[in-house]
């Protein structure tokens, strides 16, 4: 039997510390089995009972007479080696450890751990968790779980699974969708994640003919190789996957040490690896299984003009205010709608919504509008709001909507009143249809940000020095062997060591393996037209430095020429301790961290890829010839950008963050240069 069927349909199930009281948590999966149809071999193992809710009981999973897929094990964490190893004896396929205890306790709970996953892969077995709260096959009748919400004496089965870190969110999900008459096919407590991982799971949903959607709930990730993998299969699949991520504060930039390190929050981040690998980003609640319809069964559409067709000015304003807040274009009448139902002895304004409220809720004003919106190409996606006939009149606006299931623009609707009958209507017919205005204006926006994932640039090892601590002449001689232009620049330990090849005016920094902000400590003189300038700069930035580090020997000095152009940038490279490689591009100097003006991509990256980049950046706006300003030079900066990237490929593991700030561009065709850089190592 393949994981994917142990997992979602097995033929037998033992419940390892099965309590015979069926309100107690270990006696809860047996009732809930029983209650909602599993017709599968159940085996409640037991050492201290014969008899376990009307079911013979075993004293141990390897006592039991037939094969058993699957196991579910809640029994105390100091006892789960040797229930294992007992799983493992009997060809156990797959083991859900509902028990806590392990790593999320400590040190010890981590080894215990990692001894239950060795055991595991010894014997070919697969776990899930611990920390799980189960499995819930729906249509199958296959509820693995102690989740209480398996009190409900019916569960709405449908097309979309969720895979969540959060066992509790099962239950949130469920009830929620089961009171909006939405469905779920296969929900999946993750836990621990110490064997079985997000990605893994996701896969076999991949595989699931029951599971059109997938829905993910994450705290964290904690296998972005896997999971970025099963994004790309289930985008291969037409499968469309939404998710809520928590832990967006900025806590993961603790340890950052670059300007561009302490710029790459968690939310940026992890927005950017969801979207690289065609992952739809979601931050509501209500976002999450209520916009699915919206994109099952669609490829990637990616735009920012939606038209919002209404019968209630207030309803629509609420859903077009959202969308503005969110970057969107709202696209206004056309004429050729205007004349059409000017036919219909209807006049409407050329305002940004199509407001229908004067026109009444007659027949066939709503649909013979909302063609005309479909047809239109200039909107990329399509808002129908309903007042108040959404709640009387379902046939005069919720009808012509549901024949918009068609189209293949995004359609989303809202309906202002409560009006269940018609949302449910809608929802059985494929259109995606909202109770809120926010959920329904995050939802389309989400949709038209949805992408293709971004292909893998095939790279190779990179050849760079690799050293344990890098000073700014190293990090500049690191982007130098990565293919970037870099400053003239020279290490002196006092004025009269200078080279003459190194023209006047020039710039003085400490040098210092140390100290990653020079100017901080005032160890930056620029702007020196000559020896005696340089001289008294030297003098003057050993004082300074000093003053902060009295140990420091502040005697090594790098002296570069002085560098002229159109703009400078931040261009920075961090190892994310949850997606992995990231590169960050912003505003040059301390413009980057005063206007939070930056864009993230996974790296590596090509030249159209960084190019994408080079445009999400406000700022760099004026490097294109903004209102007859001079070019900069943007195909190097892309350049640059790309090479930068490659430190994601192997050989350059030891790479913790590497930033070179300011870059500096110049004019068009004449290039980029690196004016000073840093580099951490580390993990």
């Known amino acids: 039997m393949d994981i994917g069927k142990a997992l979602f349909n097995p033929q037998s199930i033992a419940l390892i510390g099965a309590s015979g009281d069926g309100k107690k948590n270990a006696g809860r999966p047996q009732r809930y089995l029983s209650k909602h149809g599993y017709t599968g071999h159940l085996y409640p193992v037991n050492p201290y009972r014969d008899e376990v809710q009307g079911l013979v009981a075993y004293k141990s999973v390897r006592d039991i007479p037939g094969p058993v897929d699957h196991a579910l094990i809640m029994t105390p964490a100091d006892t789960v080696v040797d229930v294992l190893t007992d799983c493992a004896a009997a060809g156990v396929r797959v083991a859900t450890l509902y028990s806590d205890g392990f790593a999320e306790t400590g040190a010890a709970g981590e080894a215990l751990q990692q001894r239950i996953v060795d055991i595991a892969r010894a014997h070919d077995m697969r776990l899930l968790g611990p920390n799980s709260m189960g499995v819930i096959n729906t249509h199958n009748g296959m509820t693995l779980s102690v989740n209480a919400v398996l009190e409900m004496e019916q569960l709405p089965a449908g097309r979309i699974s969720v895979v969540s870190q959060s066992g509790t969110v099962l239950g949130t999900l469920l009830s929620r969708g089961a009171a909006r008459g939405i469905g779920f096919s296969k929900l999946v407590s993750l836990g621990n994640e110490a064997d079985l991982s997000a990605g893994e799971v996701m896969d076999l949903l991949v595989d699931d003919?029951?599971?059109?959607?997938?829905?993910?709930?994450?705290?964290?990730?904690?296998?972005?190789?896997?999971?970025?993998?099963?994004?790309?299969?289930?985008?291969?699949?037409?499968?469309?996957?939404?998710?809520?991520?928590?832990?967006?504060?900025?806590?993961?930039?603790?340890?950052?040490?670059?300007?561009s390190g302490a710029l790459a929050s968690p939310a940026r981040t992890t927005d950017a690896f969801f979207r690289a690998h065609g992952l739809i980003p979601v931050d509501m609640l209500e976002t999450l299984f209520e916009m699915p319809l919206m994109v099952t069964g669609r490829p990637p559409r990616p735009g920012n003009r939606v038209s919002v067709i209404t019968t209630t000015g207030g309803g629509a304003a609420m859903v077009a205010d959202r969308l503005g807040s969110q970057g969107l274009e709202l696209v206004g009448?056309?004429?050729?709608?205007?004349?059409?139902?000017?036919?219909?002895?209807?006049?409407?304004?050329?305002?940004?919504?199509?407001?229908?409220?004067?026109?009444?809720?007659?027949?066939?004003?709503?649909?013979?509008?909302?063609?005309?919106?479909?047809?239109?190409?200039?909107?990329?996606?399509?808002?129908?709001?309903?007042?108040?006939?959404?709640?009387?009149?379902?046939?005069?606006?919720?009808?012509?909507?549901?024949?918009?299931?068609?189209?293949?623009?995004?359609?989303?609707?809202?309906?202002?009143?409560?009006?269940?009958?018609?949302?449910?209507?809608?929802?059985?017919?494929?259109?995606?249809?909202?109770?809120?205005?926010?959920?329904?204006?995050?939802?389309?926006?989400?949709?038209?940000?949805?992408?293709?994932?971004?292909?893998?640039?095939?790279?190779?090892?990179?050849?760079?020095?690799?050293?344990?601590?890098?000073?700014?002449?190293?990090?500049?001689?690191?982007?130098?062997?990565?293919?970037?232009?870099?400053?003239?620049?020279?290490?002196?330990?006092?004025?009269?060591?200078?080279?003459?090849?190194?023209?006047?005016?020039?710039?003085?920094?400490?040098?210092?393996?140390?100290?990653?902000?020079?100017?901080?400590?005032?160890?930056?003189?620029?702007?020196?037209?000559?020896?005696?300038?340089?001289?008294?700069?030297?003098?003057?930035?050993?004082?300074?430095?000093?003053?902060?580090?009295?140990?420091?020997?502040?005697?090594?000095?790098?002296?570069?020429?002085?560098?002229?152009?159109?703009?400078?940038?931040?261009?920075?490279?961090?190892?994310?301790?949850?997606?992995?490689?990231?590169?960050?591009?912003?505003?040059?100097?301390?413009?980057?961290?005063i206007l939070d003006d930056v864009a993230i991509a996974v790296a590596p990256l090509n030249l159209t890829q960084a190019m994408d980049l080079i445009a999400r950046v406000k700022g760099l706006a004026l490097l294109q010839g903004y209102r007859g300003q001079p070019r900069g030079d943007v195909d190097a900066l892309a350049r640059a950008i790309v090479a930068i990237s490659h430190l994601a490929a192997a050989g350059a593991e030891h790479i913790a963050e590497a930033e070179i700030n300011p870059l500096l561009v110049k004019a068009e065709g004449e290039g980029v240069v690196a004016l000073d850089g840093l580099v951490r190592t580390g993990s």
């Open 209 to 259: 003919p029951d599971t059109d959607a997938i829905l993910l709930f994450l705290e964290g990730i904690r296998d972005a190789k896997g999971l970025a993998r099963a994004a790309r299969r289930a985008q291969q699949n037409h499968k469309p996957v939404l998710v809520y991520k928590l832990g967006k504060s900025a806590a993961g930039r603790q340890l950052a040490v670059s300007h």
């Open 333 to 593: 009448p056309s004429e050729a709608l205007r004349d059409r139902l000017r036919g219909l002895n209807i006049e409407i304004g050329a305002g940004p919504l199509i407001d229908l409220t004067m026109a009444g809720t007659r027949d066939g004003v709503y649909g013979a509008a909302l063609d005309e919106v479909l047809a239109d190409p200039r909107a990329d996606a399509v808002v129908c709001v309903v007042g108040s006939s959404g709640q009387f009149h379902p046939e005069l606006a919720v009808a012509p909507i549901i024949r918009a299931a068609t189209s293949d623009k995004f359609v989303a609707a809202f309906i202002a009143p409560q009006a269940d009958q018609s949302l449910a209507r809608l929802q059985a017919a494929g259109i995606a249809a909202f109770r809120t205005p926010e959920a329904c204006a995050d939802a389309v926006a989400a949709a038209l940000a949805w992408t293709a994932p971004d292909p893998v640039p095939d790279i190779g090892a990179s050849h760079i020095p690799v050293k344990s601590t890098y000073n700014e002449q190293d990090a500049l001689a690191l982007f130098a062997a990565l293919g970037i232009a870099v400053v003239k620049s020279q290490q002196i330990s006092k004025a009269d060591d200078l080279d003459p090849s190194l023209s006047f005016p020039v710039v003085a920094k400490i040098l210092s393996d140390a100290i990653a902000h020079k100017s901080e400590v005032g160890g930056v003189r620029v702007g020196l037209a000559n020896g005696a300038a340089l001289a008294e700069a030297l003098t003057a930035i050993t004082t300074s430095v000093r003053a902060k580090y009295p140990d420091l020997g502040a005697d090594r000095f790098l002296i570069q020429t002085m560098e002229t152009g159109i703009a400078e940038v931040l261009l920075g490279y961090r190892r994310d301790p949850e997606v992995g490689p990231v590169v960050i591009l912003g505003a040059g100097g301390l413009l980057a961290e």
